[in-house]
């Protein structure tokens, strides 16, 4: 973070001066008083289980040059010394003030990414390709919402020339807040799948919250979209102030790929005219949903007025984030770990990419996928039928939602092996029974179920 003057600071966040301290400057933003360095501001945030003002005396210990405090918390100002104390109406939306007001100060595009699967991906994707021409920030891990985001902005310096920001949601209006700090000129969504179907209700809801991202693009400032998506290419027909540029596999989108080969594990071969030129691209990693990220993360860097060769090289370096189809080849088998998260769409995706590895047997271990409400049942169905279709040797379900595939898997007249699991523990005993050398291991669910442990196991084991 570039240095901010303390009353520069108050003004963004409508704070009133209770105290006022002997550093009038603060280098840095922290909600957590563990990684709180000197002269940064603490921010108390309050959560179910705790309330960060219960810190802020550790915070003035620590260092701290300034510290908000929420005007219906009682705080021990008498032990407060040399430190400036502001009172706001709420610390989490003065959070937000502040990563707005010093977003603002940087001069340089913004780019937002969502969609109900694949916006880190897509976002990674992105980045490495400008990464190629450009110093650019991005988030880390999973700081995409009404929390991470912010924080994420304040990484901002001045070596920065471009951001490209990951924004999530759970329901209505969390999009809304997001791009109303970032201001993205250039929007992204990936798809409109069910992730999140419990709190919308439909994925006619869910789209609608996506395209919350849209709410302060600018005319002649772009939306791209998965012109491949069933509900997302209703969108063609549409005015907006906006442009809109669609990516997909077939010919009616703005940018698709000619002369597509799969490769298998080793990724794709594409071809893409750009300016009546043919070029050929190779993305080295498996999975069609990549191709749609890549054809993102190309339109963006031409955009941006990079040449082919440096956004061949960018594809060539990109690396998907840990436990997001990331593939680990030990000396007897190899484990694919998408254990961050998990959808009926990417459930799919994950299991294609099983069957194409080279590998004598295809085992995927499945667990539950959440915030399904309702739908729940068909989603976990829907990936019992999918492992029939691709011909998935061995079945360990977890979990018991999770038992739902295994079922439409056993009603399909499958020839899988099926085992089912209570929990990791189970899981991990069913696989020490039975895996051989050469075995490929898909580990998937949804985040709450930890089922990196699996992974970890496996590998730990060899």
Request: glycine share 8%; hydrophobic share 40%; aromatic share 6%.
């Amino acid at each position: 973070m570039i240095k901010q003057y303390i009353p520069n600071i108050i003004e963004a966040c409508k704070g009133r001066l209770v105290q006022k301290g002997p550093v009038d400057y603060i280098e840095g933003i922290s909600t957590d008083t563990r990684n709180l360095e000197e002269k940064n501001l603490f921010i108390p945030l309050i959560g179910e289980n705790f309330d960060g003002h219960d810190f802020i005396t550790k915070a003035n210990e620590n260092g701290a040059s300034a510290v908000l405090y929420q005007k219906d918390k009682k705080i021990p100002i008498e032990m407060l010394e040399d430190i400036t104390v502001i009172e706001v109406e709420d610390t989490l939306i003065a959070l937000q003030q502040i990563s707005k007001y010093y977003k603002e100060i940087f001069p340089i595009p913004f780019i937002g990414v969502t969609g109900s699967v694949g916006k880190t991906s897509t976002k990674d994707m992105i980045s490495s390709v400008l990464a190629n021409k450009h110093k650019v920030l991005k988030n880390i891990g999973n700081f995409n919402n009404h929390i991470g985001l912010p924080l994420t902005i304040f990484n901002l310096n001045g070596s920065h020339e471009i951001a490209v920001l990951e924004m999530g949601m759970s329901g209505f209006g969390e999009i809304q807040k997001l791009a109303e700090i970032v201001e993205p000129s250039i929007a992204v969504i990936t798809n409109i799948g069910v992730s999140h179907i419990e709190n919308l209700g439909s994925r006619e809801n869910i789209m609608k919250a996506k395209l919350e991202i849209t709410a302060f693009l600018k005319e002649n400032e772009y939306l791209l979209l998965n012109g491949d998506n069933d509900l997302l290419k209703t969108l063609r027909k549409e005015d907006t102030p906006y442009r809109k540029i669609f990516f997909g596999l077939t010919e009616e989108n703005d940018i698709f790929p000619k002369d597509l080969v799969d490769l298998g594990e080793e990724g794709f071969s594409f071809t893409i005219e750009v300016e009546g030129v043919d070029h050929r691209f190779m993305l080295k990693q498996p999975g069609l949903h990549n191709v749609y990220n890549a054809l993102a993360a190309i339109w963006i860097g031409l955009k941006q007025g990079m040449d082919i060769e440096a956004i061949k090289e960018g594809l060539r370096l990109y690396a998907p984030s840990k436990m997001r189809m990331e593939m680990i080849e030990l000396q007897d088998m190899k484990i694919i770990n998408d254990a961050y998260n998990a959808s009926p769409d990417s459930m799919e995706a994950a299991l294609s990419v099983l069957a194409k590895t080279k590998g004598k047997r295809k085992i995927a271990v499945l667990g539950d996928m959440f915030e399904m409400g309702h739908f729940s049942e068909t989603g976990h169905r829907l990936v019992g039928k999918y492992v029939v279709d691709h011909n998935i040797d061995v079945l360990i379900t977890v979990g018991d939602m999770a038992q739902w595939i295994g079922n439409e898997a056993l009603e399909q007249k499958s020839n899988q092996i099926i085992y089912t699991a209570k929990d990791n523990k189970e899981a991990i005993n069913v696989l020490n029974n039975m895996i051989n050398n050469e075995d490929v291991i898909l580990i998937k669910a949804s985040r709450g179920m930890a089922m990196e442990e699996i992974a970890h196991y496996l590998q730990e084991r060899s």
